[in-house]
């Protein structure tokens, strides 16, 4: 005879990313259909790190910018947190987008006026933080990627790879709970992408984020816990 089960007072934390038979469809020039994503369903529980790899228009930007909220399926659900995309407004999803999710480009998406402490601060400050509470951060991150020395330089004086380790800063500083990067290292030599991907790993670790990051490198995807590949919209987990 089944038992109902035991409870015990606490109950687990929804997973950070889950897909539901996704599909995103874009309509082709000729009038058809293009399926950029085909009936992709997973479960990232909260913690892990998940490279995707894939050829060129295999889907891989187009399933982050839907994890991300960025962009609407055509078919099926994505939750994050537990919080249903489809149900929420643009709004709320802008605003659950700004809590929960941390989002590294591959062109970094600095603002070119701004110096690096500035660009770090940027999501802080948008939140309405308390100033002495953002520059602590600010300098606590900057210092974790070694470029303290740089906080006043203008952000174009920077190279890519350290652009990318201020992107990163930018990306954890309100701690999301999933981060989101889409070849955060397709810009970079083969030197400098092995020591981004590292740092992004380690800080996302340390601050108990999940990860998912697209990249082209096997090398580099194998440092993650799990390796999915898409193969046309499809997903293979
Ligand atoms: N806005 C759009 N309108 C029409 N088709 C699109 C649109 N965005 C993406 N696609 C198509 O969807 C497919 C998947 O594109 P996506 O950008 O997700 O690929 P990708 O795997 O990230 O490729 P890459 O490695 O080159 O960045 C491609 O065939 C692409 O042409
Ligand atoms: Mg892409």
Redesign the pocket.
């Known amino acids: 005879m089944p038992h109902d089960p035991i409870p015990t007072g606490k109950s687990d934390p929804p997973s950070s990313l889950v897909f539901r038979q996704v599909s ?1 469809v ?3 020039s000729l009038g058809g259909n ?1 399926f ?2 085909r009936d992709v369903s997973f479960d990232v529980p909260t913690g892990s790190r998940v490279a995707i790899v ?10 982050l ?1 839907l994890a991300a909220g960025i962009d609407v399926p055509t078919g099926g659900e994505v939750l994050i947190g537990g919080h249903n995309l489809g149900t929420l407004s643009e709004r709320s999803r802008t605003l659950l987008r700004r809590e929960q999710i941390g989002l590294i480009f591959q062109f970094f998406h600095l603002l070119p006026h701004l110096s690096v402490q500035d660009n770090v601060a940027l999501p802080e400050l948008i939140a309405g933080q308390e100033m002495s509470e953002i520059t602590r951060r600010v300098s606590q991150l900057l210092e974790r990627v070694g470029l303290q020395d740089r906080s006043q330089d203008n952000i174009q004086k920077l190279s890519g790879g350290e652009m990318q380790r201020v992107a990163i800063c930018r990306a954890l500083i309100r701690k999301p709970p999933l981060l989101l990067a ?2 955060p290292t397709g810009n970079l030599d083969d030197a400098n992408s092995r020591l981004v991907m590292e740092m992004m790993l380690k800080m996302a670790a340390e601050q108990e984020s999940t990860l998912i990051y ?1 990249t ?1 490198s096997g090398e580099l995807a194998d440092l993650a816990d799990q390796v999915w590949s ?1 193969h046309s ?1 499809i997903l293979e987990t």
């Open positions: 995103k874009y309509d082709d293009r950029a994503l894939g050829r060129s228009g295999s889907g891989k930007s187009t399933l910018h889409d070849e697209v082209h898409l919209g």
